[in-house]
């Protein structure tokens, strides 16, 4: 997979399929290219998919401080380096979603379509100490000594129960994040909130609510779908990390959405 300087930084991307569309998949926090592995080969069949390490993230260039501005025009640099200039879709799960959402509100003339897997609304101050906590533990003792505790919210054992291999492959790359750009991305979203963002979304837009989500739970997801004009939401069988936990579902669910006249 090649590396590119988009906007001041190396990004590790990588872009597949034979479609004539583009579909860009955002990872989760803490995840990486890989976090698509298993949802990408109906995807790339009907697109060219683009995929990409968030700054900070799997093999992109490390940070100290994040701002989500900087995330958001990360993608926008990414793809001018890329020579893509004809609306995209976009896909994201849970943070990825939030950076979706960020990028569709400030670049509306460039999404064609946006697909929301566990999206967030409202202050994140009030529900962020416990990521403060963890992301002071993380600085302290390293990524392992947070593991237990995130993935026993974030991927429970319903899910895990799917594909024993597939969740411990998850583990292994998470534990593998870096302390101080994991820490830089909880404090960033600590001051971060989207609920003006969305009136701004233009494009036809498709919200998951994940059903075994504690985190980000349906009824949150429903009122994302209900702050976006016309969007569309839908309840599925899934966890946090839909594109992770579920990855035929996921793609299965975005498919006919973004294929849809």
Same mark, same amino acid.
């Given at each position: 997979?090649?590396?590119?300087?988009?906007?001041?930084?190396?990004?590790?991307?990588?872009?597949?399929?034979?479609?004539?569309?583009?579909?860009?998949?955002?990872? !989760?926090?803490?995840?990486?290219? !890989?976090?698509?592995?298993?949802?990408?080969?109906?995807?790339?069949?009907?697109?060219?998919?683009?995929?990409?390490?968030?700054?900070?993230?799997?093999?992109?260039?490390?940070?100290? !401080?994040?701002?989500?501005?900087?995330?958001?025009?990360?993608?926008?640099?990414?793809?001018?380096?890329?020579?893509?200039?004809?609306?995209?879709?976009?896909?994201?799960?849970?943070?990825?979603?939030?950076?979706?959402?960020?990028?569709?509100?400030?670049?509306?003339?460039?999404?064609?379509?946006?697909?929301?897997?566990?999206?967030?609304?409202?202050?994140?101050?009030?529900?962020?100490?416990?990521?403060?906590?963890?992301?002071?533990?993380?600085?302290?003792?390293?990524?392992?000594?947070?593991?237990?505790?995130?993935?026993?919210?974030?991927?429970?054992?319903?899910?895990?129960?799917?594909?024993?291999?597939?969740?411990?492959?998850?583990?292994?790359?998470?534990?593998?994040?870096?302390?101080?750009?994991?820490?830089?991305?909880?404090?960033?979203?600590?001051?971060?909130?989207?609920?003006?963002?969305?009136?701004?979304?233009?494009?036809?837009?498709?919200?998951?609510?994940?059903?075994?989500?504690?985190?980000?739970?349906?009824?949150?997801?429903?009122?994302?779908?209900?702050?976006?004009?016309?969007?569309?939401?839908?309840?599925?069988?899934?966890?946090?990390?839909?594109?992770?936990?579920?990855?035929?579902?996921?793609?299965?669910?975005?498919?006919?959405?973004?294929?849809?006249?």
């Amino acid at each position: 997979m090649p590396w590119i300087e988009a906007n001041g930084a190396s990004l590790r991307y990588e872009l597949s399929g034979s479609g004539k569309n583009t579909l860009v998949l955002v990872h !989760e926090a803490g995840g990486c290219i !890989e976090s698509y592995d298993d949802a990408l080969p109906g995807l790339e069949k009907e697109f060219h998919v683009l995929r990409y390490d968030q700054r900070g993230f799997g093999f992109s260039e490390k940070v100290r !401080e994040l701002s989500f501005e900087t995330v958001v025009t990360d993608l926008v640099a990414l793809l001018d380096a890329l020579q893509i200039t004809a609306p995209v879709c976009m896909a994201g799960c849970a943070m990825g979603a939030d950076f979706s959402v960020g990028f569709a509100a400030r670049h509306p003339a460039r999404i064609a379509k946006l697909a929301l897997a566990s999206p967030y609304i409202g202050s994140n101050t009030a529900r962020s100490p416990h990521s403060l906590e963890r992301a002071a533990l993380v600085e302290r003792e390293g990524i392992r000594a947070a593991m237990k505790a995130s993935h026993d919210r974030s991927y429970p054992e319903n899910l895990r129960a799917l594909d024993r291999q597939r969740f411990q492959r998850y583990q292994a790359r998470w534990v593998c994040n870096t302390p101080a750009s994991f820490s830089a991305q909880a404090r960033m979203m600590h001051h971060v909130d989207l609920t003006p963002e969305y009136a701004k979304v233009q494009a036809p837009t498709l919200v998951i609510g994940a059903a075994h989500d504690t985190q980000r739970p349906p009824d949150v997801a429903q009122r994302v779908a209900k702050a976006i004009t016309g969007a569309t939401y839908m309840l599925a069988d899934t966890g946090h990390f839909m594109n992770v936990e579920t990855p035929q579902l996921f793609a299965d669910t975005v498919l006919p959405f973004f294929k849809s006249k």
